[in-house]
């Protein structure tokens, strides 16, 4: 038999995915490419927003017109939040949440005898035991997402992952220390440690951080492979985890989740940061890595945000300078306190001040680019397009072009940068 794969939203979907297509593979099954006519499909479901789920929703529609023949097996954010309305979804033939998704083989099998649909879907329970999920391969071929930790207790008061994840649970360091050395034997030159929150990472293991992590993963002394953190809260950047950092090969590039620069918008958010808190943990990332990228995510017009909150939030993406922001229009989330705040904002608006944040948000990247003119940086090139043209990333994640004749898929170089692109580091032709 053969299975394809759909997976929406963050990295740990993306890494979940790999784990469960390695997972079929182990068990004889061929792995295709989505749209072709496979007998399983499985999507892997996202629920952060209201266009994640309706993009779902699609997803099990169409391939069912299009394959009516095969198996749907529905997986994620969005089947975990959604599990009663989807027992009577006659399309989908599997339905599993955030849990039991290293049982996923079985449970197609269980179909297969049954002919019944499968429903495997549980609420989450404190102790909760971290799913050992595991990866050798992925289909990237060169950058490796592993999965730290999962679950969140933080409860924003705009975001359902709490609920739909469950609470923290971490994987123990050996594991994440076995499965890197793995993926440096297949030949993967930069490894990023993703999670749901990991800057909760060891809170529910006894004498365990993120700090601990990284100066274990540095103590592996592997040769070529550089590491990279998934999103962090400010709270946890902290002299000790940069000193860490720098010690091994991790790259000056940090995810710090903002989500609004207003106080006042942050405090209904139940952030738990000031927008002083955020600033001067990015001034302390600048005093020991000045060319670091700070990249992020904000929400535009969450419930009863002001011009002025607006404003505030404007002034601060230019005071940070950003290498990129993620800018996305709130999406109110039955479940959560915001879902029935007052004052909610109205879509126009939304959609007005979205645009304009991004417009500004690229002017002050490209900014951040220009000053790259006539340096080195050290690249991972990932892609060819076209004939003799290569994209890669930067250690701080800003893109980069070069043109070789030489196959440079897979390699790491350090390379001058000869002029900028539209939010592109182009450089000198490249040779082996």
Same mark, same amino acid.
């Given at each position: 038999?053969?299975?394809?794969?759909?997976?929406?939203?963050?990295?740990?979907?993306? =890494?979940?995915?790999?784990?469960?297509?390695?997972?079929?593979?182990?068990?004889?099954?061929? #792995?295709?490419?989505?749209?072709?006519?496979?007998?399983?499909?499985?999507?892997?479901?996202?629920?952060?927003?209201?266009?994640?789920? %309706?993009?779902?929703?699609?997803?099990?529609?169409?391939?069912?017109?299009?394959?009516?023949?095969?198996?749907?097996?529905?997986?994620?954010?969005?089947?975990?939040?959604?599990?009663?309305?989807?027992?009577?979804?006659?399309?989908?033939?599997?339905?599993?949440?955030?849990?039991? %998704?290293?049982?996923?083989?079985?449970?197609?099998?269980?179909?297969?005898?049954?002919?019944?649909?499968? =429903?495997?879907?549980?609420?989450?329970?404190?102790?909760?035991?971290?799913?050992?999920?595991?990866?050798?391969?992925?289909?990237?071929?060169?950058?490796?997402?592993?999965?730290?930790? @999962?679950?969140?207790?933080?409860?924003?008061?705009?975001?359902?992952?709490?609920?739909?994840?469950?609470?923290?649970?971490?994987?123990?360091?050996?594991? $994440?220390?076995?499965?890197?050395?793995?993926?440096?034997?297949?030949?993967?030159?930069?490894?990023?440690?993703?999670?749901?929150?990991?800057?909760?990472?060891?809170?529910?293991?006894?004498?365990?951080?993120?700090?601990?992590?990284?100066?274990?993963?540095? @103590?592996?002394?592997?040769?070529?492979?550089?590491?990279?953190?998934?999103?962090?809260?400010?709270?946890?950047?902290?002299?000790?985890?940069?000193?860490?950092?720098?010690?091994?090969?991790?790259?000056?590039?940090?995810?710090?989740?903002?989500?609004?620069?207003?106080?006042?918008?942050?405090?209904?958010?139940?952030?738990?940061?000031? $927008?002083?808190?955020?600033?001067? %943990?990015?001034?302390?990332?600048?005093?020991?890595?000045? @060319?670091?990228?700070?990249?992020? @995510?904000?929400?535009?017009?969450?419930?009863?945000?002001?011009?002025?909150?607006?404003?505030?939030?404007?002034? =601060?993406?230019?005071?940070?300078? =950003?290498?990129?922001?993620?800018?996305?229009?709130?999406?109110?989330?039955?479940?959560?306190?915001?879902?029935?705040?007052?004052?909610? #904002?109205?879509?126009?608006?939304?959609?007005?001040?979205?645009?304009?944040? #991004?417009?500004?948000?690229?002017?002050?990247?490209?900014?951040?680019?220009?000053?790259?003119?006539?340096?080195?940086?050290?690249?991972?090139?990932?892609?060819?397009?076209?004939?003799?043209?290569?994209?890669?990333?930067?250690?701080?994640?800003?893109?980069?072009?070069?043109?070789?004749?030489?196959?440079?898929?897979?390699?790491?170089?350090?390379?001058?940068?000869?002029?900028?692109?539209?939010?592109?580091?182009?450089?000198?032709?490249?040779?082996?």
């Amino acid at each position: 038999m053969n299975v394809s794969f759909y997976t929406l939203g963050c990295k740990v979907n993306q =890494f979940e995915t790999e784990a469960m297509t390695q997972l079929f593979r182990d068990a004889g099954f061929d #792995i295709i490419q989505p749209g072709e006519e496979s007998d399983v499909f499985v999507i892997n479901s996202c629920t952060v927003t209201a266009a994640s789920d %309706k993009k779902t929703r699609n997803m099990v529609s169409r391939f069912k017109r299009l394959n009516k023949d095969s198996i749907i097996v529905l997986a994620g954010c969005y089947a975990q939040s959604k599990q009663e309305d989807l027992k009577y979804d006659s399309n989908i033939n599997i339905i599993i949440g955030t849990k039991y %998704k290293d049982r996923v083989v079985e449970y197609v099998n269980e179909h297969l005898e049954t002919q019944s649909v499968v =429903f495997k879907v549980d609420d989450f329970k404190a102790g909760e035991n971290y799913e050992n999920l595991t990866i050798t391969h992925t289909e990237e071929r060169t950058r490796a997402n592993i999965k730290i930790q @999962d679950g969140c207790r933080q409860f924003c008061t705009y975001c359902i992952i709490p609920y739909v994840r469950g609470p923290v649970r971490s994987r123990e360091i050996n594991d $994440v220390l076995d499965e890197i050395i793995q993926l440096h034997r297949n030949g993967y030159l930069e490894i990023v440690l993703n999670g749901i929150h990991i800057t909760s990472y060891g809170l529910d293991l006894y004498d365990t951080n993120l700090i601990k992590l990284i100066k274990a993963i540095n @103590d592996l002394n592997l040769k070529g492979v550089r590491f990279r953190l998934g999103s962090l809260e400010p709270r946890v950047i902290s002299e000790a985890l940069i000193q860490a950092m720098k010690k091994g090969d991790f790259c000056d590039h940090f995810h710090l989740s903002l989500q609004s620069g207003s106080d006042s918008v942050l405090e209904r958010m139940n952030r738990r940061y000031t $927008v002083r808190d955020y600033y001067n %943990k990015v001034k302390l990332i600048r005093d020991h890595m000045p @060319d670091v990228g700070i990249t992020t @995510d904000i929400i535009v017009g969450f419930p009863g945000e002001t011009e002025k909150e607006f404003e505030e939030t404007c002034s =601060f993406v230019e005071k940070v300078k =950003f290498s990129k922001v993620h800018v996305f229009p709130f999406s109110p989330r039955e479940g959560t306190k915001a879902f029935h705040m007052p004052d909610q #904002i109205p879509g126009k608006i939304k959609k007005e001040r979205t645009n304009r944040l #991004i417009g500004l948000c690229d002017r002050v990247a490209q900014n951040f680019y220009e000053t790259f003119k006539g340096r080195t940086v050290d690249v991972l090139y990932e892609q060819q397009y076209k004939k003799s043209y290569y994209i890669g990333h930067a250690t701080n994640y800003l893109t980069t072009h070069s043109v070789s004749a030489d196959d440079l898929h897979n390699i790491r170089k350090n390379v001058l940068v000869s002029s900028i692109g539209n939010h592109t580091l182009i450089t000198e032709e490249v040779t082996l």
